[in-house]
Structures are given as structure tokens and as C-alpha cells.
T-cell receptor, first 111, second 114 residues
């Protein structure tokens, strides 16, 4: 069965520190992979997506993610976190007929 | 360009009632997808409509249904409401498909079942 796992429910980082949010997926074929961000009381915004090609994907707001087939992972990174990055982050996989989302990682940024 | 508009923003219903939620996509977008978000189950895909036809469907019971009109606006209907249907319902639109173009999400309709 298809699934997406985000092992970290909540992460706290200091402003200016680097960030890595983990995502593992379970899917037999090559997946379409996404990272979304959700601010309180709002819908989701697409940060980046991977379909094929270069395994390092650049997104908006300075985020990037690396697809590692051998590890079934698609971790999200940012070299220097800003206070405005505090939000909920969701990893998702599209299998050809529907989306599966991880349970999300809540990011707190401390000054 | 106006974003995805969902109405109403908040809704309170009682068990056994039915409810209809509305979603107006970005102009020119023909694909509309619906999602349910709850603290316990997280984000779950309900269905996708494209050109008035349901193209993809998640694992929800038949009480959850939808439709899309010729102007791409979409409605989602939930019949015989249960307490577990309390959730944030999100709608997203894209030009031609849920995966190969960015989805743009609305702010959602928060449904509370008493």
C-alpha cells in the first residue's frame, strides 16, 4: 500500500539555523513527490515538486529537496531559517490516481 | 487574478443532516480537487473533477460526493453527517491536472458536526 511517513511531528530551530524535514514514501513505481506548507488557518502552498530528472529540486522561499530512490526519501532542506518559515509542512506523493499526504511536521522558529 | 474561493468558511451542522460546500477555482483552471483535513487522519484526498467529470477518487464512502459545473466551479456534498466528518475541507485547482501543474489551494471550509 502507498504511504508517506514524516517521522518528526514537531521541530524547533533557531532563526538562521539550517533545517531538514524528513519524508519517506512507500510506492512501487517512480513517484511524483511534493512538499507543501500550510500556515495557520490557511490552505496549502506548493513549495516544490519532483517528477523526474535532477534529484535535487529547488523550490520557492529558498527551500530545496533531494530525492533518494535507494532510501525512498524526499527530505526538505533550507540553509537558513527565517521566523516566517514557522508553519506546518506536508510531504505528498501522487501515484497516478490520487494523492497521499504525510501527517505533517510542525516547525517552530525561535529568535 | 483571484485565488481559489471556498464558501462558506465555517459551517455548523448536526448529525444526520447533509451539507454542500462550494469551490470556485482560479479563472482558467479546469481541474478541482477536494481534500479532508483532520487532526487524527491528517490530509486525505477525496476526489478530483476535470471538465465536469470525476477523474480520480480517494477512499471515502459514498456519502461524500461532488460535481463540477461547466464554469469549473465545484460542489462537494456530504449526506447523513457523522461526528467524524468534522474537519477542514480544502479545495484546490490547477489548469489541467492535479499533479503536473501546481495546485492552488483555497483557505478551506471548517465543518463542525454537533
Amino acid at each position: 500500500a502507498q504511504s508517506v511517513t514524516q517521522p518528526d511531528i514537531h521541530i524547533t530551530v533557531s532563526e538562521g539555523a539550517s533545517l531538514e524535514l524528513r519524508c519517506n514514501y512507500s510506492y512501487g513505481a517512480t513517484p511524483y513527490l511534493f512538499w507543501y506548507v500550510q500556515s495557520p488557518g490557511q490552505g496549502l502552498q506548493l513549495l516544490l515538486k519532483y517528477f523526474s530528472g535532477d534529484t535535487l529540486v529547488q523550490g520557492i522561499k529558498g527551500f530545496e529537496a533531494e530525492f533518494k530512490r535507494s532510501q525512498s526519501s524526499f527530505n526538505l532542506r533550507k540553509p537558513s531559517v527565517h521566523w516566517s518559515d514557522a508553519a506546518e509542512y506536508f510531504c505528498a506523493v501522487f501515484t497516478g490516481n490520487q494523492f497521499y499526504f504525510g501527517t505533517g511536521t510542525s516547525l517552530t522558529v525561535i529568535p | 487574478k483571484a485565488g481559489v474561493t471556498q464558501t462558506p468558511r465555517y459551517l455548523i451542522k448536526t448529525r444526520g443532516q447533509q451539507v454542500t460546500l462550494s469551490c470556485s477555482p482560479i479563472s482558467g483552471h479546469r481541474s478541482v480537487s477536494w481534500y479532508q483535513q483532520t487532526p487524527g487522519q491528517g490530509l486525505q484526498f477525496l476526489f478530483e473533477y476535470f471538465s465536469e467529470t470525476q477523474r480520480n477518487k480517494g477512499n471515502f464512502p459514498g456519502r461524500f460526493s461532488g460535481r463540477q459545473f461547466s464554469n469549473s466551479r465545484s460542489e462537494m456534498n456530504v449526506s447523513t453527517l457523522e461526528l467524524g466528518d468534522s474537519a477542514l475541507y480544502l479545495c484546490a485547482s490547477s489548469q489541467t491536472g492535479a499533479y503536473n501543474q501546481p495546485q492552488h489551494f483555497g483557505d478551506g471550509t471548517r465543518l463542525s458536526i454537533l
